[in-house]
């Protein structure tokens, strides 16, 4: 059994050579301009003899997008490096996100035991859950109700722990991951845990539901060139040197813009944030918009994650549309 | 007889010479002074020594300093995690640390920082990119300025293609908000967490400076807060004279906090290498392309002295066909094919050389899909050559530690300089890179007395920076900075510039540019720094 918690390990932030690079993307940096909340800062200040209790403000700041780490030329696992100093926290009782994720943290009451072999599992989120014609058009686009199973058991309780950092239950992992064993694919709506579920799902692809629907040439064909295409940002920097030449080839094939910046870094909303939801971290949703749309006029906004959907509709009086449902829309 | 040292105390300037006793007690040099070389310049070529860090700043009226800030609202940060981050700079061969750092975020705070900074005699060391090699942006006592507080843009005008920014921002983060508008900078450093302001103060080039010149040419206004805490606008027609000195200026005459830069329409370019097994020959190419005003984009990257790339890069279609009718036909560089077959042949009659040869051919391999990524490069243009490069140059010669000496030439000595610094640079480092540029100077010289643009430079300045490849090795400081000062000697025998001549190399300074000018410049200092608070060690 392999433990859900990321291991801290002061190589993780040895190698950091100062560059900066890793706060160009960093949504952090962009909104407060403090260099003692990027990840360079943290690494520096713990080169420098500073302990996790020494930057917790900055450990509890990130909102873990993930955009530093295919940025890093040391390629320094940067998400692992702060996951690891809040679990690390936590463990001190000191963590600035536990009491946030402390009523997110129930598991499911009810899993069905539905046979998963061969078939593609879809972790839907909440909202999804809760719109049954979008839910039908994303198992559509996955492959049809035969082929898809829409998982009960979201494992969302343990994407909140490990984002806050709280220890997650040997069992209770053990729990989640059994429902996906023997899957053809595993489909998420919400990138965060997809790097956790490679580690402890060796071999089962992982994918996004945005990447699942623009592998069908139907959803590609539907896209405009007026449209900006905001991608799910945790999703697309798991996966970074993989899905770089996907969404190229797509800005290519379509004509429509991406929520890229110049080093094909994704620009989050971070709406989806644990310190986001609650409202206790430096990085306003609003603002991030505002970068995102600023100096573009789009259509519509196709987005692959339904926060990042919601964070746009509250800020602009413009057409935001799921990805899983643009054939329907065009 | 032994050498009584509570006795005898030699006069300043006077030569130290050892006799066997012990050596005798020099007093220490006042703060803001660059003591006289203690052997003469001639006796120094070829003997190995070591810079050491500057004295650190005591910190005896910190306390009074720190307390007056606050009163004024000023957050003054002194606990361990932040002032960790500030150590040490790009080169991590010079540490140090501030009593307390100041992230900046206004000129008016800047103001009062060293309106105080004056009265308590406290060094102020300012900070953007932190990309500098020699320590000139560490900190050893006193107060850290951050300037990266300051990273907004604050206008764009499409109509006289001009943009204002805060002066700690990152040329990247300054283009990334250009590019939603289709515009561009015209010129700055391939690294793209330089700072705008930083940048002035040395003068920033680009593989596009044969055409444009330097970054800080582009600038046109800049707000400036002075040694003495005055906010004071300056431009090319405005107290011109505080412009031309805080322009090159390395940190010495004010604080650049906001800067008015020229723009250009955006513009991928389309980039050619040709190559090189004779690092003259390439030279003399790059020397051709220049001279012609042919390109958009030139200069030289080495993979060692028989793999040279000579790069050319366009921003229209006409310039490139008018290239390659007019101008490529004279240059000797050969075409990749016609590049391998020779070096094949040379390795084949040189079997020894078998470890050299596979060393490029594995860095080719791993360097040349950096220059090629799909992403970036399509139907043979590239978007955003500073994030290509950039990104090159960090995972490929990034490293905790760097060092990168330099020579500043005129033309009529680049050749010459280069050829003398590369058989240092082979002789400590089995791997090296050069990189060779021209600078167009602009007519207006002031602000290039005592910078990095050489004075007998006319029409073109050219440079060359000389990097050990440190992933092939491990070496000691002493080493580096040994390896440092015999580039800087071809440089001093052979009359040149250098674009790294502050902090540790400061030594150099009288030597290559002579004590009349440097005392002109050390009494336009105390004028207009009092203290000597602002940037102390870098220069003066």
């Known amino acids: ?330 | 007889m032994p050498y009584d040292t509570s006795k005898s105390v030699l006069p300043r300037g006077a030569t130290a010479r050892h006799d066997g006793g012990p050596a005798p007690e020099m007093p220490p040099p006042p703060r803001g002074v660059i003591p006289p070389e203690t052997v003469s310049p001639e006796a120094m070529f070829g003997i190995p020594r070591v810079q050491t860090n500057p004295s650190r700043w005591s910190g005896e009226t910190w306390k009074p300093f720190v307390e007056e800030l606050r009163d004024g609202g000023v957050d003054v940060r002194e606990d361990r995690a932040t002032k960790a981050m500030f150590v040490t700079d790009a080169g991590g061969l010079s540490f140090g640390a501030p009593h307390g750092v100041v992230i900046a975020r206004s000129a008016l705070q800047v103001a009062t920082v060293l309106r105080a900074a004056q009265r308590f005699r406290v060094p102020v060391t300012t900070r953007g990119g932190g990309l500098t090699t020699e320590g000139e942006s560490v900190a050893f006592g006193g107060l850290q300025l951050d300037m990266t507080g300051m990273s907004k843009v604050r206008w764009v005008d499409r109509d006289r293609m001009l943009a204002r920014v805060e002066a700690g921002i990152f040329w990247h983060s300054m283009a990334e908000v250009l590019r939603r508008q289709g515009l561009d900078y015209i010129s700055a450093p391939l690294n793209f967490t330089s700072s705008v302001g930083g940048t002035l103060a040395v003068g920033g080039i680009d593989v596009n400076a044969c055409k444009w010149g330097a970054s800080a040419d582009q600038c046109v206004a800049m707000e400036v807060v002075t040694p003495t805490g005055q906010v004071v606008e300056c431009s090319e027609t405005a107290n011109t004279e505080l412009f031309d000195r805080v322009l090159l200026g390395y940190g010495q005459f004010g604080v650049v906090t906001e800067a008015t830069m020229r723009i250009r329409p955006y513009t991928p370019c389309r980039m050619h290498h040709i190559f090189y097994d004779d690092l003259k020959a390439a030279m003399e190419d790059l020397i051709v392309v220049v001279r012609s005003e042919s390109t958009d984009y030139s200069g030289i990257l080495t993979m060692n002295d028989r793999a040279n790339n000579l790069l050319f890069a366009f921003d229209s279609e006409d310039r490139e066909k008018a290239f390659f009718a007019n101008v490529r036909p004279k240059l000797k560089g050969l075409t990749e094919g016609q590049f391998a077959m020779r070096a094949a042949r040379y390795y084949a009659l040189h079997p020894w050389k078998i470890g050299e040869a596979l060393w490029l051919w594995r860095r080719k391999r791993t360097l040349m899909p950096e220059f090629e990524r799909p992403e970036h490069v399509r139907g043979g243009k590239m978007d955003d050559r500073t994030v290509v490069f950039s990104r090159a140059v960090w995972r490929h010669w990034g490293n905790r530690s760097m060092v990168i000496p330099d020579l500043a030439t005129s033309e009529s000595k680049f050749i010459e300089s280069v050829l003398r610094g590369n058989k240092v640079i082979r002789k400590y480092f089995p791997h090296y890179t050069l990189y060779c540029v021209a600078i167009r100077l602009q007519p207006n010289r002031e602000r290039y007395e005592m910078s990095c643009i050489p004075g007998d430079a006319t029409g073109w300045a050219y440079g060359c920076e000389f990097e050990p490849i440190f992933r092939a090795g491990e070496y000691s400081r002493d080493t580096l900075q040994s390896f440092k000062n015999e580039i800087y000697d071809v440089g001093v025998k052979m009359g040149t510039s250098y674009y790294r001549f502050g902090g540790s190399m400061k030594g150099y300074i009288r030597r290559a540019f002579g004590d009349a000018m440097v005392d002109r410049h050390l009494a336009m200092k105390r004028a207009a720094d009092p203290a000597m608070i602002l940037n102390p060690d870098v220069v003066f």
């Open chain 1, 1 to 330: 059994m392999r433990s859900a918690l990321p291991r801290f390990s002061p190589a993780t932030f040895a190698a950091c050579s100062g560059c900066d690079i890793c706060a160009l993307a960093c949504p952090v940096w962009q909104q407060t301009h403090d260099v003692r909340l990027t990840p360079k800062g943290r690494a520096t200040a713990l080169q420098g003899g500073a302990s996790a209790e020494d930057i917790v403000e900055s450990l509890g700041a990130c909102t873990l997008c993930g955009s530093c780490v295919p940025a890093c030329p040391e390629r320094i696992d940067l998400v692992g490096m702060t996951l690891g100093l809040r679990a690390d926290l936590a463990a001190k009782g000191r963590s600035p996100l536990a009491p946030l994720a402390a009523g997110m943290i129930e598991p499911p009451r009810e899993v069905s035991k539905a046979n998963v072999r061969l078939k593609t599992v879809l972790l839907a989120e909440e909202r999804l859950l809760a719109d049954p014609s979008l839910l039908a058009a994303a198992t559509l686009r996955l492959g049809g109700p035969a082929h898809v199973i829409v998982a009960d058991d979201t494992g969302f309780d343990i994407a909140a722990a490990l984002e806050a950092g709280i220890p997650v239950a040997p069992e209770r992992l053990e729990e989640f991951l059994a429902g996906l064993r023997g899957a053809l694919r595993v489909v998420t709506t919400e990138g965060f845990l997809n790097s956790f579920l490679r580690k402890w799902l060796p071999g089962t692809p992982i994918r996004s539901l945005g990447e699942s629907c623009l592998a069908l040439a139907e959803t590609r064909r539907a896209l405009r060139p007026t449209d900006l295409y905001l991608l799910d940002a945790r999703a697309y920097h798991a996966d970074f040197e993989r899905l770089v030449p996907v969404y190229d080839t797509l800005r290519h094939e379509t004509g429509c813009d991406l929520s890229l910046d110049l080093q094909h870094l994704a620009i989050t909303t971070a709406a989806n944030a644990l310190n986001s939801r609650f409202g206790t971290g430096p990085v306003r949703v609003a603002e991030q918009v505002k970068w995102i749309l600023e100096g573009r006029r789009p259509s519509r906004v196709v987005v692959e994650n339904m926060e990042d959907g919601e964070a746009v509709r509250r800020e602009r009086n413009m057409p935001v549309v799921h990805v899983a449902a643009i054939s329907a829309a065009k």
